[in-house]
């Protein structure tokens, strides 16, 4: 099996917000299992690739859904002209090659996708292929990460304290300003200042959340944004566009983005 | 591949409305993933073809809807007599080949559809085949569009906020009253007066949103009451048939929509 | 593909009720889509099949519901002894080889049957195979037609607006008396006289639908009894048991019915 | 295609209850869709039985459920090793070959089942294989007879009006007292008198479901309680095993019945 | 076929608590289907088998559940080299030849297995294998035997009436005390005296199922304690282990559980 | 069959908390089925694994969940070149050559799961492989654990009581204190005064359960953070990470739970 394909061969951009990137260590260096909460869009996914990269190691990356099977995840049979041969699925191949196996959004997956993860995240280091007939022990190099929003358990979903229990966890927030300007600088290639005033503009959408905004202008936003104004698009058009007209169908919360946008520019 | 059924080699007929053009050319040059808000039949589709057109690239359209499901975008194994091959759906065509893909009304997909397109509106851009073993790096042409009709929100379907925020966004309405004249007069052949009227007597019944009626008469409505007067149905039984009859069911809205006729002619 | 098994050879019986026979001529003239609204068994059905015998033109006809898949409509692959071979399914065939294609109780319909037929019914008049790459222009003689009931609109199915603003539509309701009275004199071989009496059953049986009655007795139903009346049986007898046996259980609806029968026999 | 084992070749008893032998053969004589309603184990099905062997048709039942598909009624393509074939349904043999098909109780089936019939039971009598491509005109002898019980409707299925439109209907009930008293004797092989009071009982027990009980002792019940009193149990015995055990587990209810069967015995 | 596997070839034990053995004959003798009606655990299932083993007939036991499907009772076409071969379900072995089957709670069954017992528990006695096209006729030795407990039916699922009259019914209660005690003797080894004592907690649990406790201690569970204790263990281990730790969650209820288990040891 | 993968070579390290070890030896010299209830991460799935070790048994785990059928525990046929064959399923094997079941949470699992075990938990100890048609009696060997965590009852999964009376149950809970310490010592390395302070910290955050955490701080948690420490990051890093970040996202919760931290360090 070759894990190439899942190498990360360039650094990926990643700016630390405390030693997140020590603790991170700390915990592969034991193959504790590891959650990363924490709102979209904030890092999350490029911190799993930067410290995938620094540790040499390849990383598959699943995104659950609630329509992913465990045989999604951990394989099965597929009929060929010589019969039947066993498909090893994404997870299985992480666990058997050693690789960093990240479940992005593990509180969308169903619950046979979440028992699946059990054994493998308690003294046992196991992942029983029941329809194989093979109990396999995880490679040295496996460690499980999965990520987790905890401002959606409104919707009714959650995960079981058993699958919680089974995980230490790493609690990611956006960066701070300065942090946050940096990185919108670096990515976009427009000014500090102006980034700074972007940033800002994040920073009191993010506050709108208390009057209802399901999530604020993330980074990701930020740099959309920058991007198009350093192509030449008036600041204005391209906060719209990048940042605002997205976030809300709402005409109240429309217009109190809208607000804070008369207020930049 | 072949991807020149799905070259549009006429231009599309589309009358702008602002300098939407340009800022679509900006988000394409960064291959921004884009979304297309507003109502229904005000020309979002009709858009995104003549920027297709415009840009010279092969447009892959899909229908989103709520018994698709992530296989039929992404691809699958399909059983032949010499065993069993991957066969890319529309999706990973256009991510491997480098068309535009336009989900049509992203809101009705199911989970596993919009988890789907997250690698690929990000930094990543890539697309995962789990089920190959095949990281799919996007092709420099690819981009993603989706479009997205805010007043349908109501029916208890939302995009998720990690999916909203991972676009641009685009906003459009019905075309002003001289431009929707144009339009109409153009399309159906019709005088410029004549579509006048008709263009009137969409903007009374979008009015009647505030009522209760769910949607306004379109631009696509307008057209084909034009085309019928313009081949010699009186101008009542054309509007009846093409713009009123079909609008509504509630008989005090039905009654509402017959005044304004009556105004009308 | 040999479509004469869809051709209608005979003229199918039909009594005109105002001059929808005109306006659905102009329809087909421009290709429009159109939908066809009204009651159970007031001869949407027989319209159209007059109509694709009127225009000479094939009719494939298709009852919605809520199991028909996407694929039963489109088309799938099948397996055979030489491996997979794609099969057209009743829409591709109509679309392909120019065919009414006419969609009853299309409320019924599940959403991915009723989003493959949006590009069908604008102005790009195609059908994409996805799942065989194709994109399929509609041949010249094609047109849709759909059929919706809109007095069943409180079971909480409606069409989307989207779906319906794709429509030019035609209202249809159970002909006026003396048409009727000629239709089931015509159909079941008794006298007018006494057809106009179950006419008048008929009549006084909607009414009742302001009383609760879901659908009162339709031209059909008079049809069946003035069929066993012809045929010997006592007019009582035939009227219970073709007309009002059948159309509620409810005991008051049913003596409401009783008696309107005790005052016509 | 061999209908033999659908023929009745000897005949099934059944006592009328009125005319409605003459009534189903002028509903055959002109095949109506036939609609017998009544209360379970009135004896809809004997009646059925007898009449098809009256009539010298094949019968062939199909009993409803909400998990019979389409193709479960209509039939489908199976694999064999010459690649796939089409295999008839068994409404689809009733139709093609000329048998009475009865659906037992039609409310418990799925719309996609009702919705087939829909053309076998209005002027056209066609059953199209969608999947074929065959449009299969209803063989001359072919007639749609449906059983349906109205006491169920609290259960929250109910037949949409589209349908029941379409039948023409026969109204069961258990038969009276003196004609009842001879079937029991009949079948049981006990004395008339017994048979009388067995027939009181469940008179009695049919008055309860004014009190709640969902369904009164049938005619069938009588008859097992016959059968094992003419063997030799006790009638007492026989009557709570076979009568009253089975119908309730309400205690209160229960000791109802009981109290009807200590005045009886 | 060979129906040895399911031959009863030692007695089973079991101990009348009435003439229910005389009730099952005669019922078997004229084959009428027959339902057992009682709590978990008090013997329905041993019973069954007891009179398949005395009438010297194979059993099918068939635990019901809402998962199996009427195929996997009834048969199904499997895939083989050779082609499609048909292979007859558990239900249709017993009636093709000449087996008791037993269906364990019944209630718990889909409706499509309900229906499909239906023309096997009428004057018809067939079972129309529709995917075959074969009208099974049932064997002379064939009897359906159907379990149910009454106590569920607080959970939402009932039997319809159209199932339940076409059952004769047995009822069933845990056995008298004096009899319960010569059980436990008799299965666990222990003396009688100790066997009354546990009777007695079983008794005082029982009375608790009016304070909301969902069932109360059944025979097998003082089996399993009598088993223990025989085995060394302290009787109030035993007691807790096998019979009051496993009975509730409900931390009242266990209370009150550990204060019948004071009184006693 | 090789059950060597299955069978545990070197001694899970296992701290009694009471005479359960030889609790288990008694119901296994009696093969009872065997329920384990307890709170998450108390230790049930080691004691399990740890008796296996003792007894010299192999152990067959399965995690249950509400997507698995009863044929992935039973077996099922499987298409090959050489046509189908028979493929026993995890329970089947356990069942065939005697090896200890372990069902993992078996209140997640489906209702066939559930009475797919009932035959095998009472006196008959057969399996019944309907599909194959074998009725599979148990080994002598085998025995059925399942583990329970009645905490979960308010999610509204519960164990119907027909499957709970079929099982003695052994009750967990976490251990207590200066056993939990010598736990978290001898597994994570760091002296006794210190995981006595980590133990002191879970004792605390189990009594929040009052005030709504759904569960408090686990052995096992205990013990990553007792690693993480040992590893050299400080203690209240560890705790947080290993402890009081992936248990709750409620702002109130959190804030108490690190409020036990200020206190600890």
């Known amino acids: 099996m070759d894990l190439s394909p899942y190498r990360i061969t360039t650094e990926p951009y990643y700016h630390p917000t405390g030693h997140e990137i020590a603790l991170y260590e700390h915990a592969y260096a034991h193959r504790l299992p590891l959650m990363l909460k924490g709102p979209t869009g904030c890092g999350k996914t490029r911190f799993v690739e930067h410290m995938a990269w620094r540790l040499g190691k390849p990383l598959i990356t699943l995104a659950c859904n609630e329509d992913m099977t465990a045989a999604d995840l951990v394989g099965r049979y597929l009929l060929d002209t010589d019969g039947t041969h066993w498909h090893d699925g994404p997870l299985t191949t992480a666990v058997r090659h050693g690789a960093i196996c990240y479940l992005d959004e593990i509180v969308e997956a169903r619950?046979?996708?979440?028992?699946?993860?059990?054994?493998?995240?308690?003294?046992?280091?196991?992942?029983?292929?029941?329809?194989?007939?093979?109990?396999?022990?995880?490679?040295?190099?496996?460690?499980?990460?999965?990520?987790?929003?905890?401002?959606?358990?409104?919707?009714?979903?959650?995960?079981?304290?058993?699958?919680?229990?089974?995980?230490?966890?790493?609690?990611?927030?956006?960066?701070?300003?300065?942090?946050?300007?940096?990185?919108?600088?670096?990515?976009?290639?427009?000014e500090r200042s102006l980034a700074a005033r972007l940033v800002d503009i994040a920073h009191k959408s993010r506050r709108l959340r208390e009057r209802g905004l399901e999530e604020g202008i993330s980074t990701r936003m930020l740099i959309y944004a920058g991007t198009l104004i350093h192509d030449g698009l008036p600041p204005?058009?391209?906060?719209?566009?990048?940042?605002?007209?997205?976030?809300?169908?709402?005409?109240?919360?429309?217009?109190?983005?809208?607000?804070?946008?008369?207020a930049a520019f």
Do not use: W
Not at 161 to 171: D, G, I, K, V, Y
Not at 241 to 249: E, F, N, P
């Open 236 to 262: 204005r058009d391209s906060c719209r566009m990048a940042m605002t007209a997205a976030l809300t169908d709402e005409p109240d919360m429309a217009q109190a983005l809208e607000a804070i946008l008369d």
């Open 111 to 190: 619950q046979d996708t979440t028992v699946v993860i059990h054994p493998l995240t308690d003294g046992r280091r196991i992942l029983p292929l029941d329809k194989k007939g093979e109990i396999l022990k995880a490679h040295p190099d496996f460690q499980l990460v999965v990520s987790y929003n905890p401002g959606y358990q409104s919707h009714g979903k959650q995960l079981k304290p058993s699958t919680r229990q089974r995980f230490a966890a790493l609690e990611f927030d956006y960066p701070e300003a300065a942090v946050e300007t940096d990185i919108v600088a670096h990515e976009s290639g427009i």
